[in-house]
């Protein structure tokens, strides 16, 4: 199983406004730093909690069909298709009745509808491709924990702008980010 982000999110979960009022930053002059923080901060907690925050497109793809399918970087919002090399070689598209979604669990899961089986695939690598929508709705759903956590990142890295400081030990990220971050960690 192997999974690409093929249309990556269009927006971050926390505007410049906010990462600037939590710096208390009145001027435009480190705009497109701060910019580059939070896209830094986004993609740390995205890799550490193993979820997509802002919605985006995944393709995932398998050799076959599992009993149940679980698309990685939940919240899953919907599946777009779910497409297979039949054991002709060629080409299929499942009908989205023959699959129910269910989007509410974390990770999702993607079951075969009752009535209907995954059908036989190829003998093939990545014969299974399933395209589907992750992250939440929008900004405001973002849980406030991974947000603050987005902004503690923000913060560190704007006053620590090197890993060492004269006069200074190695910095690290505030442990308040990892344990904001615990409860939203999707473990596999």
Known sequence: MSFTVTVPASVLPVSI???K??????????DNY???LIGAAVDYVERHTRRALMPQTVLLTRDDFPDVIEPPLPPLQSV?????????GSPQTLNPST???????????????????????SIAINAVSVTFIAGYVDAASVPPQIKQAILLSIGHW???RE???EGKSFSELP?????LLNNYVIWL
């Open 80 to 88: 777009a298709s779910i497409s297979y090399i039949d054991t002709e």
């Open 175 to 179: 442990m308040g980010v990892e344990a």
């Open 158 to 160: 704007y006053e620590n």
């Open 163 to 165: 890993q060492v400081v």
């Open 17 to 19: 406004a906010e990462a």
């Open 21 to 30: 009022e939590h710096l208390r930053v009145e001027f435009a002059d480190d």
């Open 34 to 36: 701060i910019t580059a």
């Open 99 to 121: 699959y129910d979604i269910d989007n509410v669990s974390e990770p999702g899961r993607i079951v075969s509808s009752i009535g209907n089986q995954w059908p036989s695939t």
